[in-house]
């Protein structure tokens, strides 16, 4: 397949995304605006598949698209975003460790409130139920 004036669902296929997420780049700015056809379709070049293969591989590691954004505004300013991928990925490391640190407390909570569960009769009264009323 030719690179040069490929249609949406084309560079999208190359760059393993849907064409939904194509426009949304593209709207969003992360992707130049396209070259449309005369028939008024959107073109696109290989530099766009691969940059379009680039924000893929970005949103895979848990980046967000303005994330994303802020990097190529970095590359596009001359700059080796490096720097600032390793504090985006830091920062996301971070997000994730305090989220898997409350999943774990959620979880502590409804394992005791599980076990609390079968020493209940069913029926006490309560307005709904009281396992969940007298957490």
């Given at each position: 397949m030719a690179m040069q004036g490929i249609t949406i669902g084309q560079a999208a296929k190359a760059?393993?995304?849907t064409r939904k997420?194509?426009?949304v780049y593209e709207a969003k700015g992360l992707l130049p605006k396209a070259e449309r056809s005369q028939?008024?379709?959107r073109l696109y070049?290989?530099?766009?598949?691969?940059?379009l293969t680039f924000i893929r591989q970005a949103r895979t590691l848990g980046l967000r698209?303005?994330?994303v954004g802020e990097v190529l505004r970095i590359r596009r300013g001359g700059t080796p975003p490096c720097d600032a991928v390793r504090d985006l990925l830091d920062a996301r490391i971070a997000e994730?460790?305090?989220t898997v640190t409350d999943l774990l407390a959620l979880r502590?909570?409804?394992?005791?409130t599980r076990r609390a569960a079968d020493d209940r009769p069913c029926g006490e009264p309560a307005a709904v139920c009281s396992i969940i009323e007298d957490v």
């Open positions: 760059a393993g995304l997420a194509v426009r028939a008024g379709y070049s290989a530099d766009d598949v691969e940059l698209l303005e994330d994730i460790d305090a502590q909570t409804l394992t005791e």
